[in-house]
């Protein structure tokens, strides 16, 4: 698998170590707070397995899966919801924890749901911002690091499916697209 990757654009340690400092901020930032912390199905799964553990004061956890209706061109904005939350977010403050930031029409949807069933505060942190994707205004709280216009797959990204499970994030050789 690791052969099919043209460039690592995010080494495993850069990663590991922005995960460190990014934890710390949300520790000062939640202490006493009790957040609700949201991964959102699947690609955020690495990113939020491993930033809980750098967060250290108590948490709640919880998972949603949505996915964005229409296609490449026609694209409403609307998401459906394929798992939401088991927990209410009623006067909860929530931190989303996401992988990208793409076009950015998947979080403007979830930020304002979770204001629309009364969270206290929703803060939004992505492992990658990739601001020239955006359809939609959109600023995170958090971003890890900002990556170009291109498609990248790794720590919880993929592409059809796979490389979810490489610890770093790469961009794949053209012939994997072209079969
Ligand atoms: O800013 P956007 O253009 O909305 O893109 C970002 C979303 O797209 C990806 O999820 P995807 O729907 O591919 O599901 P997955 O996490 O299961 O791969 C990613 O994990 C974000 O949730
Ligand atoms: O660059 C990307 N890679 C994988 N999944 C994505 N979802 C939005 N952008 C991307």
Known sequence: MR???????????????KIVEIGKGLTEEYKGR???VV???????????????????HIELDVMDVSSYGN???????VKIVKDLNTSVEGR???????????????SYLVKLFHYR????????????KPEGRKVELVPDIVGF???????????????ERYRNLP?????KPEVYNG
């Open 3 to 17: 052969d099919e990757i043209k460039e690592i654009l995010i080494t495993e340690e850069e990663i590991q170590r």
């Open 34 to 36: 009790f957040p609700l």
């Open 39 to 57: 991964g959102v199905l699947k690609g955020s799964l690495p990113f939020m397995g491993d930033l809980i553990q750098r967060i250290d004061t």
């Open 72 to 78: 490449e061109t026609v694209s409403s904005g609307e």
């Open 93 to 107: 403050d929530v931190l989303i924890v996401e992988d990208i930031i793409d076009s950015g029409l998947t979080l």
């Open 118 to 129: 009364k969270a206290k505060s929703v803060k939004l942190v992505t492992l990658l911002d």
């Open 146 to 160: 900002t990556v170009p216009d291109e498609f990248v797959v790794g720590y919880g990204l993929d592409y059809a």
């Open 168 to 172: 770093y994030i790469g961009i794949l």
